[in-house]
């Protein structure tokens, strides 16, 4: 596969309405998808997502350009784990390259690739221009504080400026499923995530999802350490708990993330229902794209 070329400056955050931090390449061109089809419907049942259809990545990029919005997207590897082989990141990696005015992209490594994901993700961000890396803890079967399982991916990722963004709290993968399909959600405390903060301090972080049930956990670590951001993707913002408004109006307003979970749950209606929360008129860009740009570089 030839490597995408990456072409900078073709995103402007002035021109946007919102930046979404996180959304999901879940299907490929080839026919890969991210999940078995267990899972997948599993996720789709716990989302009620109505005909479980899955945007490709050209219709992804359509979608937030007719909104004048900026997507992060990624797959999530835990091929390990799963046995379900993920989108290919060189593939959403040149998509992002072919629609660069919307789409950022990200990647994601199995940990359990060891010394070959290490190189792999080197090349994902010198040869493709990756701005990121999406952990699963739960889905991929792994502590992110495990030192000799993923601390050289990370030295990597800090090295190369890229962006770590793990899942953090429950999970509506596996929801429903007897035992859960196998997913613990012990890996994804943020608390493991505090470990990687405090050894790799120029580490930039995103903790995703408010991080039921240890959302008082993810605002500490958020709090003490500089490097560590907030995406508030995967819930409908009139669920969001008291405490994470608190913090996103006044100690977290220059580190909290618009995020949606795309496609299983629609940056539209994320966004009219975050119009109805308690969010300051000051804090509101911030959350919605400024954070984000300054996070990504955008300008």
């Known amino acids: 596969m030839t490597a995408a070329t ?28 991210s999940l078995s089809a267990e899972l997948d419907t599993a996720s789709a049942s716990y989302f009620k997502v109505e005909g479980n259809r899955k945007p490709t990545l050209p219709e992804i990029a359509a979608y937030y350009r007719e909104r004048r919005m900026a997507a992060v997207v990624f797959t999530v590897d835990a091929e390990s784990a799963t046995g379900t082989a993920p989108v290919p990141n060189e593939e959403i990696a040149e998509a992002a390259a072919e629609h660069p005015d919307v789409l950022i ?97 120029q580490l930039k972080i995103i903790l995703a999802h408010p991080s039921f049930p240890w959302q008082d956990e993810a605002l ?11 995406d508030l993707s995967g819930w409908s913002p009139k669920y969001f708990p008291p405490q994470l408004v608190q913090y996103a109006n006044t100690l977290l307003k220059d580190k909290v993330l618009f995020g949606s979970d795309y496609p299983v749950l629609t940056p539209d209606r994320w966004l009219a229902d975050f119009e109805k929360l308690q969010i300051k008129d000051e804090v509101r860009p911030k959350i919605l794209k400024e954070n984000a740009a300054r996070l990504l570089g955008l300008g």
Do not use: W
Not at 12 to 19: H, K, Q, Y
Not at 163 to 188: D, E, N
């Open 220 to 230: 500490a670590v958020a709090t003490h350490k500089p490097g560590v951001h907030i």
């Open 6 to 33: 990456p072409k900078t400056g073709a995103i402007d955050p002035e021109a946007l309405v919102a930046i979404d931090v996180h959304t999901h390449a879940e299907v490929s061109a080839k026919g890969a998808a």
């Open 105 to 201: 992209p990200f990647a994601s490594i199995d940990p359990f690739r060891g010394r070959a994901g290490v190189r792999r993700a080197r090349r994902l961000v010198e040869e493709y221009g990756v701005r990121g890396f999406k952990f699963h803890p739960s889905i991929q079967g792994f502590f992110p504080n495990d030192r000799a399982l993923a601390y050289e991916l990370y030295e990597v990722i800090e090295e190369t400026g890229a962006i770590a963004l793990f899942h953090t709290g429950q999970t509506g993968i596996g929801a429903g499923v007897p035992g859960g399909g196998g997913i613990r959600l012990k890996y994804s405390n943020p608390m493991c995530v505090d470990d990687v903060a405090a050894d790799f301090p």
